[in-house]
């Protein structure tokens, strides 16, 4: 391969644009010509010693020009021949002209410079030596020429000369220019390369992260999401698609975050929009704008307790068996010492009064430990497949007996009527158990005593069935409602603190999940997130 060759294939592009240079200085410099030689006046400035072959030259060359564009136009290639072939024609058009202005003595010998110094840079060392050798060659025949003819003088000979040493200089720097454009090209296309590659790196990191991430804009809209952070937000969380409108509550969750001076804030109610998750956030900024774009990591919560859940479910079974044996004897002794002191005639009121503090509280922590050993049971799961709708109804119907509840007390409502689930009954029992439980006793404080509704349904978009426990009592304070799934943690004098604990970590262990709503125009909404049905072992779909 020639260098010339090599040339056209390394830099395409600075192939083009020389190319177009010159094929633009064809067609200005016969029209320049013209204009010069028609309004010069006599003696004429150019085409003194021959104006018809001037004209006709200027004509031609012109001509040539437009042929050359539309030839050049037509490939999507450069080749050898583009530029040896326009080269020729106008070192051999130029020196015509030359020749019909009176040779070198008339300067136009200096329009060689354009196409030397042009071709030099497209056709390599070599190349350049030559189209400078062939330009000072054609110029010393037209000087011949001029001389036999008469009009040219003798210094016109080392004006020639002259012309000829300085194509070859111009020809070397235009070479040496030209490896040095290549050189750049190279660089520059080099690192567009290394940039489109790492960009397409990062691009892929982000999409494919486990970490799941979104990048909103000052005015609300997803700039970047991964795919996992999709999986969250739903298939409506793109580029472009304004946050508020596919995940209200973590807009406002950010709104909170830019209010508070960047300050990390609990995030309460972050449910994936398939219904069956929850996820925590952690909020950055991006830049120094106020608002200004900020980054949010959202984290999957459930997978994390699922992690966990091994690790609890062994810690909790050595303490329920140090409770057993270590606290509950005693604390049944003192109990039961507490009612044969109650049973004295002689007692006092006050007396009676303290011996009632004592069955009472005996009987508050022996509830405490008997919940605590629901938990180690976790280990022996059985879970079944029911019909919901009618284990509900059952349900409701032990529940109002055993509480003397009013009928109507309990409402159940259901979009779907076949709905299976599978989880051990037993558990189910206990998690709906402390949540109607819970709900009776604060929806009683309102002053028209409203009923308590059970839904059931399923998630639009995830097709998992769901029971919902819903109120009108007063509600959750936003600020206890971070922590009501803790153990321990009571909002009300003389409870235990363990029921909705007891009740999400059941869930957790028959693959559920047990969400916590504020409920719109006062109230409060549990709701339980049964297994996928795709996954249940054994499940086998006609």
């Not at 391969?1 to 633009?24: F, I, Q």
């Not at 003595?105 to 070599?126: C, H, N, Q």
Request: glycine share 10%.
């Amino acid at each position: 391969m020639t260098t010339s060759a090599r040339g056209h294939h390394d830099t395409p592009e600075l192939s083009w644009r020389v190319l177009g240079l010159l094929n633009l200085f064809r067609l200005l410099a016969p029209v320049v010509l013209l204009l010069v030689f028609k309004f010069s006046g006599e003696p004429r400035l150019v085409g003194a010693a021959h104006a018809q072959l001037f004209l006709l030259t200027c004509v031609g060359y012109f001509l040539v020009g437009i042929a050359l564009i539309v030839a050049l136009k037509r490939r999507n290639h450069t080749a050898v021949w583009h530029e040896y072939v326009p080269g020729a024609v106008d070192i051999c058009a130029l020196s015509v002209l030359v020749f019909t202005s009176g040779g070198a003595e008339s300067g136009l010998a200096i329009m060689l410079f354009v196409p030397v110094g042009g071709l030099s840079v497209l056709l390599g060392t070599r190349g350049a030596a030559f189209t400078a050798a062939g330009a000072g060659l054609a110029l010393l025949l037209q000087q011949a020429a001029a001389w036999i003819d008469g009009s040219a003088s003798p210094l016109g000979w080392a004006q020639a000369g002259y012309y000829g040493a300085v194509l070859f200089i111009a020809a070397a720097a235009g070479s040496f220019m030209a490896r040095q454009l290549r050189e750049t090209e190279a660089v520059v296309r080099q690192r567009d390369i290394d940039v489109a590659n790492l960009a397409e790196l990062s691009e892929y990191i982000v999409r494919h992260l486990r970490e799941s991430i979104v990048v909103v804009d000052a005015e609300d809209r997803v700039r970047l999401i991964n795919e996992s952070a999709q999986q969250l937000l739903g298939p409506d969380a793109r580029p472009s698609a304004l946050l508020g409108e596919i995940a209200p509550r973590l807009l406002y969750h950010i709104e909170r975050w830019r209010h508070g001076n960047g300050v990390q804030l609990p995030a309460s109610g972050l449910v994936a929009a398939d219904g069956s998750r929850e996820f925590d956030v952690h909020l950055a900024a991006l830049g120094r704008g106020n608002p200004g774009p900020v980054i949010a990591f959202l984290t999957d919560t459930t997978q994390i307790a699922e992690r966990v859940q091994q690790t609890k479910l062994a810690a909790l079974g050595r303490l329920s068996a140090s409770i057993a044996h270590e606290i509950r004897n005693p604390v049944g002794a003192m109990s039961h010492a507490g009612q044969l002191l109650a049973e004295a005639v002689e007692l006092g009121p006050e007396e009676r009064r303290l011996t009632e503090i004592i069955t009472v509280n005996a009987a508050r922590v022996s509830t405490i430990i008997t919940n605590v050993l629901q938990l180690s049971r976790r280990e022996t799961t059985r879970p079944e497949r029911l019909w919901l709708g009618d284990w509900l109804g059952e349900f409701i119907e032990e529940f109002c007996d055993t509480l003397q509840l009013p009928e109507g007390r309990l409402q159940l409502e259901a979009t779907d009527a076949d709905i299976e689930v599978r989880i051990d009954p037993t558990h189910l029992r206990q998690i709906a158990w402390n949540l109607c439980e819970n709900a009776t006793r604060h929806s009683a404080e309102m002053p028209t005593v409203p009923p308590v509704e059970l839904r059931t349904g399923r998630l639009p978009a995830s097709g998992r069935p769901f029971l919902e426990v819903v109120d009108r009592g007063p509600g959750i304070p936003e600020s206890a409602a971070e922590r009501i799934f803790e153990p321990f943690f009571t909002g009300r004098r003389g409870g235990t603190g363990l029921g909705l604990f007891i009740a999400r970590e059941l869930a957790q262990c028959n693959g559920s999940l047990l969400i916590y709503e504020a409920r719109p125009g006062g109230g409060s909404l549990f709701r339980v997130v049964f297994a996928d049905p795709l996954r249940w072992e054994g499940r086998t779909d006609g």
